[in-house]
């Protein structure tokens, strides 16, 4: 089982930039795919960044550009790092792990998948 919180989350201005961290009480060195997800009111939820075992990234386009998602090197800790935020941001922010390496769709970590363990999720909210 493996425990995740998110924090980092608050009310910016358009163009400001959140850092939300995801902490695991395990090391995450041996867990596969992980992600962070939003889901806005009345929509659904998609995925923003993903992480593969081996570090490679990929992002919604939507996002591109503004946000990083990294590990720290204990691997217990994951981020993502928004900057340039956008009204279109504000959604609650939810982190995903897995036991599996993600899903490959033309060479990068599948935005769409199914994660086993997910934080509570944080709200980013951004005024324009």
């Known amino acids: 089982q493996v425990q995740l919180a998110e924090s980092g989350g608050g009310s910016v201005q358009s163009g400001g930039s959140l850092r939300l961290s995801c902490s695991a009480k395990?090391?995450?060195?041996?867990?596969?795919?992980m992600g962070w997800l939003r889901q806005a009111p009345g929509k659904e939820r998609e995925g923003v960044a993903t992480?593969?075992?081996?570090?490679?990234?990929n992002y919604l386009d939507s996002v591109k550009g503004r946000f990083t998602i990294s590990q720290d090197n204990a691997k217990t800790t994951l981020y993502l790092q928004m900057d340039n935020l956008k009204p279109e941001d504000t959604a609650m922010y939810y982190c995903?792990?897995?036991?599996?390496?993600?899903?490959?769709?033309?060479?990068?970590?599948?935005?769409?998948?199914?994660?086993?363990?997910w934080g509570q999720g944080t709200q980013v909210t951004v005024s324009s």
């Open positions: 395990q090391s995450l060195t041996r867990r596969g795919c």
């Open positions: 995903a792990v897995d036991r599996y390496p993600c899903t490959l769709v033309n060479g990068l970590p599948s935005l769409v998948g199914t994660f086993d363990y």
């Open positions: 992480i593969d075992r081996d570090g490679t990234t």
